[in-house]
């Protein structure tokens, strides 16, 4: 069972990787922004070839079963994105209310002209 896990993992990991090359290559994607995500699959195709890793990183972390640590990986690495995605979100909030202002200013001297 553990090692469809593994399996499954390397070719959604390939998979992904692809995808995201397809995107960037249509510009539909910013490097940038794919970085994380070609980084992401990296990883995990390295996890899914060796997995002595991340039984290595259960016996670290006190956890049993191999999957679980997986799960428990991909979770953090989610959060972690969540949080980075709505702080770049929150920023560019900022930026849309200040540009809001900058115009509606601009129309204003513009209309007493």
Do not use: C
């Amino acid at each position: 069972m553990e090692n469809r896990i593994y399996i499954f993992l390397l070719l959604g990991s390939i998979l992904t990787f692809i995808y995201i090359i397809k995107k960037i290559i249509n510009h539909k994607m910013q490097i940038r922004d794919a970085v994380q995500w070609i980084l992401w699959t990296f990883f995990l195709i390295v996890i899914s070839i060796f997995p002595k890793i991340i039984t290595f990183f259960s016996y670290i972390l006190g956890i049993q079963d191999n999957v679980h640590t997986i799960f428990l990986i991909v979770i953090a690495y989610l959060y972690i994105m969540l949080f980075l995605h709505s702080s770049k979100i929150s920023k560019q909030s900022e930026k849309i209310k200040e540009l809001t202002q900058e115009l509606a200013l601009f129309k204003k001297e513009n209309a007493e002209k």
